[in-house]
């Protein structure tokens, strides 16, 4: 089975330059959320300009469903949702006008057209400004409606940019839902730097940097990489006490803990003993003490961490590659 | 979940199957349909109309009794040949594929299933029935009104050929300057520079041109060709100095008959029509109407052609 995307020595030099894509040899399977990483200017937005075809490769090739990307590829960009960053919207349109000129753009016949921007309106929650122009709406309601055309034409692939970016924690959360509910039928492809939002919706991430795709995996072999055997316990009591909880900790075989960080003692466990026991001891002697238990954190962020080191091997290995 | 039996690709087998010239063509009147309307809604071209709508009023009513009806339609169809009117329409065709936010539009158009072709067509023929649109709203309704009219001037031979084929030409230079501006605009992807770039060019190779009387290529000397063109009959479509000095003449012999019978009847003879030089040169009786159209059709398919090239081949 072909996957949804791939790419194979694409490469994006603009103006003889910028490398702002470095021989990126990618393949995202079909069904996944895929969460495209990376810092600013990583080169995840010319990634996807280079999909849709606004951007020509200056080498290499790239597919989407099996056809070649390219500024005439109209068959490719009608399987393809794309959502930019902030997205630009006429602002003279009122939302349904909007939809309606996208679903012609996708060569819908009226009788599928119209119902389902009504449904899509509805879904983003924008029924109530049907009435208003574009150029009135808010940074969020301007997200909404861009995932609202980029779902126009159902397309199985969606390319979304930054889909967060600027959004107030509800509107953040009806995103993630979204991409989450989205994720079941189609593949997904999320460009983000926000590590949180990767976290919560992707199972496959591709991490980028300076133009180069330095990991490619599923998040469990993300988690898998970085594999660290701490835990932040999270407690309420005195500090004197979370010492004391330390000292009492440390004499566990094969923990080391650490109750320098606030109101919360950070437990390393040595490798080749059992997580689960060594966890469980801890746990007895908190119990035990006047300390009570508020959270646990398993790594601290093990994505972030992970996508830390990421970075900082691809550093280190500069003149390698 | 099976992942593999998810999210197949069938808008591309949707996309190909949609051969009905009605659902091709879709997307066209989409982009053509949306463009008209933003353009219409935008001040720029709100206030041509009602400039030239203004402009035209004031050049008839000024020469209403003074230009013979030739002289005076050459006289409304000059500003949309050399000025004002050429500044407006080429501000209107640099428009739609520069600035970055027209840029950014354009790629949340062309980022779905349209095709850069399709997408330029549309923007390009959306300014050309615009521009088209108010340049006839304005001038067919005068037109009629100084044909129609009884003016305190001589009678003049201008048919109705003439003044198809007159308008026909400067809808013609119109269409050219649009796609020029097209042309500039897709090319240097700043509209403020193409706009400058196309008037320290235009003016100056328009001059040269008209200084040779290349009529087919220069709007000065069209515009001063406007008025013999505006006296051919359709039989004649060829220059004809004969027939030319037979209207002349005939001019000329009804001009002393309306003399002689106001001196005898008393009454005030009719104003004598001014005749002024630039639209009365008399230098076009080889006027081609063929060599204008090639003139200014086939540098327009090249403009667009050319413009279609360079969008094709840019990155957004």
Redesign the interface.
């Known amino acids: ?1 072909e996957p ?1 995307i791939r790419t194979e020595h694409l490469t994006k030099i603009y103006g003889q330059r910028l490398i702002a894509v470095n021989d990126m040899n990618l393949d995202v ?4 959320i895929f969460g495209l990483l990376g810092p600013n200017g990583a080169g995840k937005t010319t990634t996807l ?1 280079l999909l ?5 490769p200056t080498a290499g090739r790239a597919e989407v ?1 099996g ?1 070649l990307c390219g ?2 590829a ?7 949702g ?1 959502l ?1 960053t902030n ?4 602002g ?2 009122r939302p349904i006008e909007y939809l309606d ?2 679903g ?4 819908l ?1 009226g009788e599928i057209r119209k119902p389902r921007i009504s449904a899509l309106l509805r879904a983003v929650g924008l029924l109530g400004a049907t009435g208003q122009r574009i150029q009135t709406f808010s940074t969020g309601m301007c997200t909404r409606l861009g995932i609202a ?1 980029s779902l126009v ?5 969606l390319l979304w940019d930054e889909p967060t970016a600027g959004l107030d924690p509800s509107a953040r959360r009806f995103t993630l839902d979204l991409i989450r509910e989205l994720g ?4 997904v492809v999320v460009a983000t730097h926000i590590l949180g939002d990767i976290d919560q919706i992707c199972d496959h991430l591709g991490v980028m940097h300076e133009g180069r795709m330095i990991f490619t995996g599923s998040m469990q072999d993300v988690k898998q990489r970085l594999r660290r055997n701490d835990f932040t316990l999270e407690l309420d009591g005195a500090a004197e006490d979370i010492r004391h909880l330390a000292q009492q900790a440390n004499n566990v075989e094969g923990v080391e803990a650490v109750a320098d960080t606030g109101p919360a003692l950070l437990v390393r466990i040595a490798d080749g003993h059992s997580r689960s026991r060594a966890l469980a001891d801890v746990l007895k002697l908190i119990d035990a003490s006047r300390l009570s238990l508020q959270d646990v954190h398993s790594g601290q962020n093990a994505t972030e961490n992970a996508y830390l080191q990421l970075l900082q091997e691809d550093e280190a290995h500069g003149f390698q590659r | 979940m099976d992942s593999s039996a998810k999210a197949s690709p069938a808008p591309a087998s949707a996309y190909a199957e949609t051969r009905k010239l009605g659902t091709r063509m879709m997307p066209y009147v989409a982009l053509l349909r949306h463009d008209l309307r933003s353009l219409w809604q935008s001040w720029l071209v709100r206030l041509w109309l009602g400039a030239t709508a203004l402009l035209t009023f004031m050049l008839v009513g000024a020469n209403w009794a003074q230009f013979r009806d030739g002289t005076l339609i050459a006289s409304l169809l000059f500003p949309y040949l050399v000025f004002p009117w050429f500044f407006v329409v080429v501000v209107l065709g640099v428009s739609p594929v520069s600035g970055s936010r027209s840029e950014t539009l354009a790629d949340g158009i062309l980022s779905r299933p349209v095709s850069r072709c399709e997408y330029l067509l549309a923007t390009w023929s959306a300014r050309v029935v615009l521009v088209l649109g108010i340049y006839l709203i304005v001038t067919v309704p005068s037109i009629i009104l100084v044909m129609l009219a009884k003016r305190p001037v001589p009678g003049d031979t201008v048919t109705i050929y003439g003044i198809v084929t007159a308008l026909g030409v400067v809808g013609l230079v119109l269409t050219f300057l649009v796609s020029l501006g097209f042309l500039m605009g897709t090319l240097l992807r700043k509209p403020l520079l193409a706009v400058v770039v196309l008037v320290f060019i235009w003016y100056p190779i328009g001059l040269i041109l008209s200084v040779f009387s290349l009529e087919e290529f220069s709007p000065i000397s069209l515009s001063r060709a406007i008025s013999t063109q505006l006296r051919q009959s359709w039989r004649e479509p060829g220059a004809n100095p004969q027939g030319k000095a037979d209207a002349e003449d005939i001019n000329g012999v009804t001009d002393q008959m309306s003399h002689f019978f106001s001196v005898l009847s008393g009454v005030q003879p009719r104003p004598k029509a001014a005749n002024p030089d630039f639209f009365e040169g008399g230098k076009f009786e080889d006027f081609s109407l063929l060599r204008v159209t090639l003139g200014y059709g086939l540098p327009t398919l090249a403009a667009v052609f050319l413009a279609s090239l360079c969008f094709y081949w840019r990155d957004l």
């Open positions: 089975m949804a399977p079909r069904g996944s300009r849709l075809g606004l951007q020509r469903f056809r500024p005439n109209v068959a490719v960009r009608s399987m393809i794309y930019p997205p630009q919207l006429p003279n349109l000129l996208l012609k753009l996708s060569r016949p055309a034409a159902d397309p199985p692939l079941k039928t189609k593949t």
